[in-house]
């Protein structure tokens, strides 16, 4: 079975333009699986690129290259036709969970809300 997401080789580099120097690559080939039903957890001393890689995903930042494929669909690839609720499948928590989930509500709760 296809996995829910798959992130293959994925490189971001930060900056740099002309001034190379100034560049910083914050995803050097990253590759993942997740299989529908199961949980990874990425982990790694703070600036080692977990943002960026969630960023990424979300279509926040531009990979540099590399491919990512949710549900089969590479989200970001020019003339693709890619459902409009494909991102209703895909959500963060930002990092103040305070701020992004409310307390009244169960998180299954929450997603199915608007
Ligand atoms: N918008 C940006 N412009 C330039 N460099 C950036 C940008 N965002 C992140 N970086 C750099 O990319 C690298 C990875 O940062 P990132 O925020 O993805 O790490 P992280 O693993 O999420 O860290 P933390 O655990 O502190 O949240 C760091 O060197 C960071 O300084
Ligand atoms: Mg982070």
Redesign the pocket.
């Known amino acids: 079975m296809k996995p829910a997401l798959e992130v293959k080789d994925l490189v971001k580099v930060?900056?740099g333009g002309l001034r190379k120097s100034t560049a910083?690559t914050?995803l050097d080939g990253v590759s993942l699986e997740v299989h529908r039903g199961r949980t990874t957890a990425i982990v790694?001393?703070?600036?080692?690129?977990?943002?960026?890689?969630a960023k990424c995903i979300l279509g926040l930042a531009e990979p540099t290259s590399g491919t990512i494929e949710i549900e089969g669909l590479d989200p970001i690839k020019r003339g693709q036709h890619v459902p409009i609720n494909l991102y209703r499948t895909v959500q963060m928590v930002f990092?103040d969970p305070h701020a992004s989930l409310n307390p009244r509500m169960t998180v299954g709760r929450s997603w199915e809300s608007p």
């Open positions: 930060y900056g910083v914050a790694g001393e703070s600036g080692s690129g977990k943002s960026t890689l990092q």
